[in-house]
Each structure stands twice: as structure tokens, then as C-alpha cells.
């Protein structure tokens, strides 16, 4: 009985040590920003990514669709 609550207390304090976040999870890595040259090669790590094309949107909002209906 002794070992059990032994390990039992290992554990919880394993647990409790190990997450340190609200939501129990384990803190992810570090991660930073890095900027992007504009006049890099395209296999250059450090290349901005190509923009995506904005979806194409009626200059009137698409009223002229409501109104004509």
C-alpha cells in the first residue's frame, strides 16, 4: 500500500510540474518570426511567399444581385 501511494505521489508531482499552463497541456516550443527579403531567390529559405489572390468582389458589393431580384 505504501509503494502505491509512493508512486501515486511521484506521478502528481510528475503532473503537476510538468504541465504548466491552464489547460494542463504541456507549454509548446518557442517560435519566432522571421521576416522575408522581398528580392530573395524563390529556393531561398528566407523568401517572402506569394500572395494569394484576393477573390474577385463586385465593385457594388453585390447589391445589384438583391436589386435585381
Given at each position: 500500500?505504501?509503494?502505491?501511494?509512493l508512486?501515486?505521489?511521484t506521478?502528481?508531482?510528475?503532473?503537476?510540474?510538468?504541465?504548466?499552463?491552464?489547460?494542463?497541456?504541456?507549454?509548446?516550443?518557442?517560435?519566432?518570426?522571421?521576416p522575408?527579403?522581398?528580392?530573395?531567390?524563390?529556393?531561398?529559405?528566407?523568401?517572402?511567399?506569394?500572395?494569394?489572390?484576393?477573390?474577385?468582389?463586385?465593385?457594388?458589393?453585390?447589391?445589384?444581385?438583391?436589386?435585381?431580384?
Amino acid at each position: 500500500m505504501r509503494r502505491l501511494g509512493l508512486c501515486l505521489l511521484t506521478f502528481l508531482l510528475y503532473a503537476a510540474g510538468s504541465c504548466s499552463r491552464e489547460t494542463g497541456l504541456p507549454d509548446p516550443p518557442l517560435r519566432t518570426l522571421v521576416p522575408c527579403v522581398a528580392d530573395a531567390a524563390a529556393d531561398d529559405p528566407l523568401a517572402c511567399p506569394e500572395p494569394e489572390p484576393a477573390e474577385a468582389e463586385p465593385a457594388d458589393g453585390g447589391m445589384a444581385e438583391a436589386d435585381a431580384g
